[in-house]
């Protein structure tokens, strides 16, 4: 990033059946479910209980925050989300990145079409790089973000403890074809 000023939302991209659009405070609940609907499967993360709406959004980068909705229901059907790496002026277009799709939804191109807005989002940006932590099980987000870009920069073997089992995570990246 060029600059302090946070990037700006993206336009609302739209593909059969649900619309992406930045995140609003009306979508918390649908957010916090989604989230902990991928929480409950073991496979996601580290943490066991999705926050509250403001600590969810206070780790968050406005502007790539962002939600895929349901164009029948208005439902939230699942969410991508970035984060600072460091505080660091060297790190400013270094982001971690999250994204959860709801149970019943999967398989459809939800996170194929967040992850794809969100790293028009970064480019636009100035993200050079975006990072995050998978577990090895969770074998749909590997695919995923293999086909988006992403490699495989290493293994932290044995990094934490889930349910009192130690668990690996696989560091993936993508870094910006501008750099």
Same mark, same amino acid.
């Given at each position: ?6 990037? %700006? #939302? ?11 659009? #930045? ?36 780790? %968050? ?115 910006? #074809?501008?750099?």
């Amino acid at each position: 990033m060029t600059s302090d000023t946070p990037p %700006k #939302p993206s336009a609302a991209s739209t593909s059969p059946g649900f619309e992406i659009r #930045p995140v609003r405070d009306g979508d918390a609940a649908g957010v916090l479910a989604v989230y902990q609907a991928g929480l409950d499967t073991g496979d996601a993360s580290f943490e066991t209980a999705a926050p509250d709406w403001e600590t969810f959004l206070a780790g %968050k980068i406005p502007g790539l925050t962002s939600v895929a909705v349901d164009t029948g229901t208005g439902r939230v059907i699942g969410w991508i989300a970035a984060s600072r790496v460091s505080s660091r002026r060297v790190y400013a277009g270094v982001v971690e990145h999250s994204c959860y799709v709801a149970p019943g939804h999967q398989g459809r191109g939800i996170g194929r079409a967040l992850l794809g807005a969100f790293i028009a989002a970064t480019e636009e940006e100035g993200i050079w790089t975006i990072q995050s932590g998978v577990f090895p099980e969770n074998v749909a987000s590997l695919r995923l973000h293999e086909a988006a870009g992403f490699r495989v920069v290493g293994i932290r073997e044995r990094i934490g403890r889930h349910h009192g089992v130690w668990r690996d995570v696989i560091l993936v990246e993508r870094r910006s #074809p501008a750099i």
